[in-house]
């Protein structure tokens, strides 16, 4: 918001038609508006301004950018900032944003075209085409991204591959981006070994910066590969410089929540809550920490309060009904267990809370049949396997039994000795 | 699920026991004053050396065969070499006066540990050779020792002639007396920890590196074993038999241990929690094996299948239908476990249905007891309070290391109520506490209850004489051991109402209770019928016992 406020700024002061002088009021107004926050009201000044002249190209500029930050994938925003395109050809903010609109819109064609027109800009400056490559991983263009950084490696780091090889010794942030673009490009790609290589490598050029925006990029790509631990420490890092950002401590919860550390867990659910009531799922989550911190009751709330924000949340159902049936009851189980069943029918935890009532009603070849389908769903997911062996026991099938005992306690031992390397590694108490 | 009402309709007796509701169990704290003056010392090290944070056994017992209860603790080690030379590190033994005075008879009795290597973690106390006393086993961090009750107020040490040492590896946990095989002599069972050496684990460092953050390491770090069962010879000596029993199978970290015929089929059957690894249910099946059958019977871990600190279990019939049912004991945000025995060799998990997981979720617990303390005709729950790491605070400031006992009231419907804050200031009194010896201390019908602490004063817990009605029942075996470990007894009051107990002297974790047989009767005025199942299958049935006093029964010859 910063970089689109001094744009516009700049560009106000920079020149105000003298013909339109009622529409340049107008204009004046709303860049106010948008420097007080008010982007709404900024918005509707600048529409006013555009119905007295519409053909005035910094009107729709303005108008375009404002649009755009309020929602990238706006076609109105998208075809304002085209119509001045041409005009300011040489402003890489604006390209950079008319690109950015075309990938949020999936426009392929513009997009190419607009990678193509912003080309002699990155090939005069290097932090716009870090800025290209960084817009095409977040929307999935891996290929190009890879083109663009064969580019820019070429330029940085000529005829090394800015491999390992390329290492000189001494800090060299340039290096360090380039290193980090690959890491983050591999991790969206999920090739886990070469984003840490590339990762690792860029922090020896200490890059992130540990107050840059792009660690939040940094902690994505750790959490994208489900390395939770490091993810942990770099959304902490950077909610330290930013400590509003609702979506990074949302993640840094999940982070905290993938790795069993409830209480953690717990407070950072518990601040997104705090900041944004209304944010998908964090009442959900708690619901799920509460659950496994035994305290059926606050799960139950949490749940309920999420299903009041999204009353078609399936999992919401289904983890109720877990709630309820590990409360004993099993008519308000069968309840949330028959809208989970409409809404997620195939959600493992409708099958798990399926088969755990057969399970206790004695339905034993019911319960088996739900509970496959867990184990067939989360083949790592060691209640699955416990309660399938115990059904499978209780139907007389011994050898089946014994096998979901054994995958159980295999799964058992591959945690513990997860554990047991967290404490020493980590010096974790018990 | 049966509303209140109905429950009442279809069994009226049920309004005989909600009129002689009690209006609450509270307790005191009698000891120092009581001549209790046990105080136990764990003798920490900044080495955070595991045994140091477990131990403090404690034992009710009628050592001198008096008719009264007498107590005996285990005391801690210094680490260096394990020597107990220190009197401060000594093991006591009060002999109860009577009158509620007890005094101290720890040097005549041979059990202070004087000069003893080992770190004494658990007590299991029974009559191994019949002849008419209490025998004490003590297991350690070291060598377990078993001393042989000479009749005369002394003990000896008679472990290298027993062959009880368990030597394979230092680190042991509980032990309980049983007659698995039913010859009439008992036998004996006891828990290995994990594997933990000095030279191999003792300076494993966990938690932070820096000063007064090091801490007690999980269970997780290091290897389960096997449990072990001795089969009594009958002429002073054992044979380890847990292999061809089918024990030795099963690698755990056992901690608590506690006995039950669960299927009613005669035999004893055992149960073992775990610390952080699937509890054990060894199905004793009545050739002189067992199985190990958690997982089916469904109480190898909670329904959820996580993995929980075990502590101290217990296992008796606490809804009054004849079959025994389990509860047990972890750290907080675990929940304490109760499992209900459906009759069909399986068990529910009805920790929440019970509302035990609600009211238990934010508490830490070491040993335990299903006792009736109101004399209601239900088992309650008695559960000593702590955390395992003394310095949880640090890592976790939402849990604690001292917790108060939590007293869980059983409603006679299936759930539980948490008497505990009510139940006086003694109860709210936070420490490290562990070992739970309960028993009838004074013969008026309540139970007492001891509950010893690491580093500080163990807590005697009376019982105000009872506003219900009761009646004790001291069984003395002759085909069977001597003890009567294992009978079961069924009693049936006027109402109609049935209790089940069997004798035992086993519970929660280190620790050993009273022998006899309690009843809580209600308001009920007599008791219609006793019927005992002997470990030798013999079946006697009573009729017409007084109640309010305690009945002396000796199996019938024959």
Not at chain 1, 77 to 101: H, P, T, Y
Not at chain 1, 376 to 396: C, K, M, N, V
């Amino acid at each position: 918001m910063l970089r689109i406020l001094i744009l516009i700024s700049a560009l106000l002061v920079a020149e105000i038609p003298v013909a339109a002088q009622s529409a340049a009021d107008l204009t004046r107004q709303g860049v106010v508006a948008y420097q007080a926050g008010d982007l709404v009201t900024a918005i509707a000044k600048l529409r006013e301004a555009q119905k007295l002249s519409p053909n005035d190209s910094n009107i729709r500029l303005y108008l375009g950018l404002m649009l755009y930050q309020q929602d990238p994938q706006n076609l109105e925003a998208q075809e304002l900032l085209e119509s001045v395109a041409d005009r300011v050809s040489e402003n890489s903010e604006v390209q950079i944003k008319l690109l950015d609109s075309y990938l949020a819109t999936g426009n392929k064609a513009k997009t190419d075209r607009q990678l193509s027109r912003l080309q002699p800009l990155v090939d005069r400056d290097e932090a716009l085409g870090f800025q290209v490559i960084y817009l095409l991983i977040r929307y999935g263009r891996s290929d190009d991204a890879r083109e663009h950084i064969g580019k820019l490696g070429a330029r940085i780091a000529p005829g090394t591959d800015a491999g390992p090889q390329a290492e000189t010794g001494r800090k060299d942030s340039r290096l360090g981006e380039l290193y980090f673009v690959r890491g983050i490009l591999a991790a969206s790609e999920n090739r886990k070994e070469d984003a840490l290589k590339n990762l690792q490598l860029a922090d020896r050029h200490e890059f992130p910066p540990r107050d840059s925006h792009h660690m939040v990029m940094l902690a994505d790509s750790l959490y994208r590969i489900e390395e939770f631990r490091l993810a942990w420490q770099a959304y902490e890092e950077y909610l330290k410089h930013n400590p509003s950002d609702v979506e990074a401590r949302m993640r840094l919860g999940l982070s905290h929540y993938s790795l069993g550390v409830l209480e953690a867990a717990q407070a950072a659910f518990e601040q997104v809550r705090a900041a944004d009531p209304l944010f998908p799922q964090v009442h959900y989550y708690l619901g799920e920490v509460f659950f496994l911190k035994n305290d059926l009751d606050g799960a139950e709330k949490s749940l309920q309060q999420e299903l009041r924000n999204d009353p078609k949340c399936g999992p919401c159902m289904a983890k109720l009904a877990r709630v309820f049936y590990q409360k004993g009851d099993n008519e308000q189980a069968e309840e949330y267990l028959g809208r989970a069943r409409q809404l997620s029918p195939d959600w493992p935890e409708t099958h798990l809370v399926s088969g755990l009532l057969a399970n206790r009603k004695g339905r034993y070849e019911e319960a088996i049949k739900e509970l496959e389908k867990v184990v067939e769903q989360l083949p790592d997911f060691p209640t699955g396997h416990l309660q399938l062996s115990i059904a499978y026991a209780r139907a007389g099938q011994a050898e089946k039994s014994r096998q979901h005992r054994e995958t159980y306690n295999r799964l058992l031992e591959a945690q513990r000795h997860s554990v047991a390397s967290g404490i020493r590694d980590e010096r974790k108490p018990r | 699920m049966l509303c209140p009402k109905r429950l009442v309709a279809v069994f009226p007796f049920l309004l005989v026991l909600a009129a002689s509701e009690p209006p609450g169990i509270t307790m005191r704290n009698l000891a120092p004053g009581n001549g209790v003056d046990f105080k136990q010392v764990n003798y920490a090290t900044e080495m955070k050396y595991p045994y140091e944070t477990l131990g403090g056994a404690v034992a009710a017992l009628d050592y001198d065969n008096d008719g009264l209860l007498d107590l005996f603790f285990l005391n801690g080690s210094p680490s260096t070499g394990l020597t107990k030379t220190d009197p401060a590190s000594f093991n006591r033994l009060y002999r109860n006066l009577g009158g509620g005075r007890f005094v101290d008879v720890t040097p005549k009795s041979g059990l202070s540990g004087e000069g003893k290597i080992g770190y004494p973690q658990g007590v299991a106390t029974g009559d191994y050779d019949n002849d008419g006393d209490s025998d004490i086993y003590v297991t350690q961090y070291g060598d377990n020792i078993l001393y042989r009750n000479n009749g005369d107020g002394t003990f000896s040490d008679v472990t290298a002639q027993a062959g009880v040492a368990m030597k394979e590896h230092p680190f042991k946990a509980s032990a309980c007396w049983l007659d698995y095989d039913n010859d009439g002599d008992l036998d004996l069972f006891a828990t290995y920890y994990f594997q933990w050496t000095f030279k191999e684990n003792g300076d494993d460092w966990c938690g932070d590196r820096k000063p007064g953050y090091r801490t007690y390491c999980s269970p997780d770090v290091f290897k389960p074993l096997p449990n072990v069962l001795f089969r009594n010879n009958g002429d002073g000596t054992f044979t380890d038999v847990s292999e061809s029993a089918g024990i030795r199978q099963s690698l755990g970290k056992g901690m608590g241990v506690a006995i039950a015929d669960y299927d009613n089929d005669g035999f004893m059957d055992i149960f073992v929690t775990n610390d952080k690894t699937p509890n054990f249910l060894y199905h004793n099946q009545g050739n002189g094996t067992f199985r190990e059958i958690a997982v089916e019977a469904g109480v190898s871990a909670n329904e959820n299948g996580t993995m929980v600190s075990g502590m101290g279990c217990d296992f008796k019939d606490f809804n009054n239908d004849g079959y025994p049912d389990i509860f047990y004991t972890d750290l907080a945000g675990e929940c304490f476990t109760y499992f209900e025995n459906t009759k069909t060799g399986f068990f529910l998990d009805n920790t929440f249905p019970s509302l035990l997981g609600k009211y238990s979720a934010k508490f830490s617990g070491w040993s335990n007891k299903f006792v009736d303390l109101d004399n209601d005709g239900w088992k309650d729950m008695f559960v000593a309070g702590s955390h395992v790491v003394d310095n949880v605070e640090l890592y976790n400031p939402r849990l604690r290391y001292m917790d108060p006992c939590r007293i869980y009231r059983n409603l006679g419907n299936g759930k539980v109520e948490d008497v505990s804050d009510l139940a006086g200031p003694d109860l709210q009194v936070l420490g490290a506490w562990r070992g739970v010896a309960a028993g009838d201390f004074d013969g008026d019908g309540a139970i007492e209850i001891a509950v010893s602490r690491l580093n500080d004063s163990a807590f005697f817990l009376d019982n105000p004489p009872p506003k219900n009605n009761w009646v004790l029942l001291n069984l003395r075996g002759t085909r069977s051991n001597r003890d009567a470990i294992g009978a079961r007894v069924k009693l049936v009051l006027p109402s109609g109402l049935t209790q089940y107990e069997h004798v035992t002297t086993a519970n929660g974790i280190y620790s050993a209770s009273d022998k006899r047989v309690h009843f809580g009767l209600g308001q009920e005025k007599a008791i219609t019928t006793v019927e005992i199942r002997w470990p030798s299958g013999k079946v006697q049935v009573l009729s017409d016992l007084g109640i309010n006093r305690q009945h002396d029964i000796v199996e019938p010859e024959g």
